[in-house]
């Protein structure tokens, strides 16, 4: 599935919640069904920094396609991990650099991934785009 | 009290404008007033009124407009000294807050008095901004930090703070109330054993002087600083009390324009008190608004706000606790009105932002005391602060907010 359609998909499942405690209900059920990332993941390094709520973020690239772990002690964060993870893994570093993610103001999310929000979700989202680059630009394979 | 008094919230609660809004659909419940404090229609109007009418940089011209701002802000700087029963004028300077304070103390007084081997004491729950100068202090004169540490509670340990005071010990810097857990330290029996050895105590007192009658002649401590916009005032205005003393001898902080005598290029001579420590134009418009701030807490009075938000801190701790899974961090038996708190199975985060969906403004995170909460070794908490226009009904909002969080992330 490209980037695009599981974006639509996306603003598919959430047409359900006609309000802000439904979609945010239903992002910490998601973030709930996120694999915890592996405790050698888990480390000082891989921390984004500069936010209040602990967040780890590793990404790897193989086979041209870029793969994120990335894990929260936030169950919204974890949430909305969840999606970026969904929408962003197994694409390629062109692919993700050209995304955009139109999928947060359709869903109403737009307050949660603002740069002013003291939360790691905007560093996250610039972390995907950043690797993805940084792999494109070493040959689409290694590790951040 | 006095028991003909009575504390109408209404009343109170309709000076400050900016509580009558919604957010995000519901009443705003404004638990958010350790950070800043909501202004009363007079301090809006006083700022408003000069803007319009008589603003003029003070201590200038002889000019009618420079004349009458320069008597508003001598004034307020008057109101200021009563408000804290200070001996003087002189010993009231005004600054940005006091951060700016405490930092004016740590630069002069480090500068005059403080050597390679020397000792501060602090203590483990004080606020960045009375840690970080003294860090900084330390760094330029090879001293040591030492800390006060306190008990489960969050209560000093005075037996630790006896044994800490030594004769190399040259200043106590310590918080009047702590901003995160609210503790209200017996600042007047630190400042006597401190005094025992001659050493000099500065009080931040930025989280009690909105809440009791603070008299620093009575405490004794030899500097105290607040800053304005938590006790009702203007942002980017503070205070910092110092007995003339130590005022006088130690050397200014900043220099510039209004602190000196005479400057030539071989040497400069310093203004007399208190205009040694307000380097460049003040901001003045500020201080009168700070000025009308304390003159509204005044005509409400002290002892009754002290009354009355005794009232909402029994009440909270009351309801708070009752609420399974809810740890509260700071239950020292003399507290003021925050409430710093963890909620089983909910991140800080997330516990701030479903309160705010609910109108409810709180803190999440570690309140600038990264040390407290490593004590607790949790990554930070929910703070619920008030003031004088909170109401239980709201801390009953609070509460029944809370269990629906918990039921949510369950």
Known sequence: MTIEETQKEIISEFKVFDDWFGRHGHLIELGKSLPPLAPEYKTENNLVKGCQVKTWFHSAAKDGKMFYSIDSESALIRGIISLLARIFSGQTPEEIKNADLFFVDKVGLEEDFSPMRANSVFKIASRIKADAAAARGAGGTGQN | ?410
């Not at chain 2, 009443?27 to 007079?42: E, H, I, M, R, S």
Request: glycine share 8%.
């Open chain 2, 1 to 410: 009290m006095d028991n003909q008094f009575v504390y109408d919230i209404a009343r109170i609660r309709s000076d400050f404008p900016i509580l009558g809004q919604k957010v995000h659909g519901k009443p705003l419940v404004y638990f958010d007033n350790g950070a800043t404090t909501q202004k009363p229609q007079t301090v809006i109007d006083t700022i408003n009124r000069i803007h319009c009418e008589q603003n003029s940089n003070v201590h200038r011209g002889l000019h009618y407009l420079s004349d009458q701002m320069t008597k508003m802000y001598e004034a307020a700087r008057e109101k200021t000294r009563a408000y804290i029963n200070a001996r003087d004028t002189k010993e009231i300077i005004f600054t940005s807050g006091v951060t700016a304070s405490i930092n004016t103390v740590a630069f002069s007084f480090g500068e005059a008095y403080v050597k390679e081997g020397d000792e501060i004491i602090v203590s483990e729950m004080e606020h960045h901004s009375n840690i970080v100068p003294w860090q900084m202090l330390c760094r330029r004169k090879g001293a040591r930090l030492r800390v006060i540490p306190f008990n489960d509670e969050g209560e000093l340990l005075f037996d630790e703070y006896r044994k800490l005071i030594n004769d190399r010990t040259r200043l106590v810097a310590v918080v009047h109330v702590s901003n995160s857990l609210g503790t209200v330290n017996p600042v007047k029996e630190i400042t006597a054993i401190a005094h025992e050895k001659n050493v000099p105590v500065l009080v931040d007192g930025a989280q009690a002087i909105q809440h009791m009658t603070v008299d620093v002649r009575d405490i004794d401590c030899d500097f105290y600083g607040f800053s304005g916009h938590k006790i009702y005032g203007p942002t980017g205005t503070g205070v910092l009390y110092g007995k003339e003393c130590w005022l006088k001898e130690m050397p200014p902080f900043l220099g510039g324009g209004d602190m000196i005598d005479r400057v030539t290029f071989e040497q400069t001579t310093y203004a007399d008190l208190p205009a040694k420590y307000e380097a460049g134009t003040p901001n003045y418009i500020g201080a009168v608004g700070l000025g009308a701030a304390l003159d509204y807490l005044t005509a409400i009075g002290l002892e009754n706000i002290r009354e009355y938000e005794k009232g909402l801190v029994e009440y909270g701790m009351e309801k708070l606790s009752a609420i399974d899974g809810l740890k509260i961090y700071g239950t020292a038996k003399n507290k003021s009105c925050v409430f710093s708190f963890s909620l089983a199975g909910v991140h800080a985060y997330d516990a701030g932002v479903y309160l705010d969906k609910m109108g409810i403004a709180v803190r999440t995170g570690q309140f600038c005391t990264h040390p407290i909460w490593d004590r607790f070794k949790v990554e930070g908490a929910v703070r619920a602060s008030l003031a004088l226009y909170n109401t239980k009904e709201e801390i009953d909002y609070l509460c029944g907010s809370l269990k629906e969080i918990k039921k949510m992330f369950g």
